[in-house]
């Protein structure tokens, strides 16, 4: 079946050390997504990728970078995870910007910053 | 980012009831609203959407009203079941790539 995967589903790192979680997309869509969703809130949108074309959102911290190698995976990168961190981590793709279509969502990575 | 919120964090409700869960949108260029489900542990789940120029789209047992006048968006689950126990979000697009997602309400199916 299509769809959305993430790896790992849980991570556990110490403040400081850098981590990379991983999205990879069997739906040949064009944009891939990055959220950050803290416990009880909403999905918050760190940036997305429109194909090679990087989009950052103006509140993301630089201590997230993203890479998208190929079309079917991209990368969250956390150069220096703070404790505020602590989080879920969503991964999501769309087919196309320029048309009315939903987001497919992976599982989440679960990020813990001790 | 825009303001999407939810008028009610928690929802309780008797099986077999109705349920409606409401949100209000601050962006009246947003063009498109999905509503989705997220159980524990879990990535939010498409329920429906709803584009601007409709005023109302129905599913299987869902419905979703919109109303830009007001910006405000419903969604009306019928005959809720132990099954719908979960947060919804709404989200609301701007005519290009990104979601942004409302404040969540939880809601609660008593056997």
């Known amino acids: 079946d299509a769809m959305v995967i993430q790896n790992p589903r849980y991570q556990v790192t110490q403040f400081g050390k850098p981590v990379t979680l991983s999205c990879s997309q069997t739906l040949n869509h064009n944009v891939m997504y990055w959220y950050q969703q803290k416990s009880s809130q909403a999905p918050k949108l760190l940036f997305h990728?429109?194909?090679?074309?990087?989009?950052n959102e103006a509140d993301t911290p630089d201590n997230f970078q993203s890479r998208r190698p190929n079309t079917s995976f991209c990368f969250l990168d956390i150069r220096s995870p703070g404790l505020g961190d602590t989080a879920m981590y969503l991964c999501a793709t769309s087919r196309d910007p320029d048309s009315y279509n939903e987001q497919f969502f992976g599982p989440g990575t679960r990020l813990t910053v001790l | 980012g825009e303001s999407v919120g939810l008028h009610l964090p928690t929802l309780s409700v008797q099986e077999g009831d109705n349920s409606i869960i409401n949100c209000a949108y601050s962006n009246s260029a947003s063009d498109y609203f999905i509503w989705y489900k997220q159980e524990s542990g879990k990535g939010p789940q498409f329920i429906i959407d709803i584009r601007s120029n409709m005023d109302k789209r129905q599913g299987q047992r869902v419905t979703v009203l919109l109303n830009k006048t007001v910006k405000h968006l419903s969604l009306q689950i019928a005959a809720t079941q132990p099954g719908d126990s979960a947060v919804y979000f709404c989200a609301e697009n701007k005519a290009g790539n990104q979601f942004y997602f409302g404040t969540g309400t939880s809601l609660t199916v008593i056997p």
């Open positions: 990728y429109y194909d090679k074309d990087f989009n």
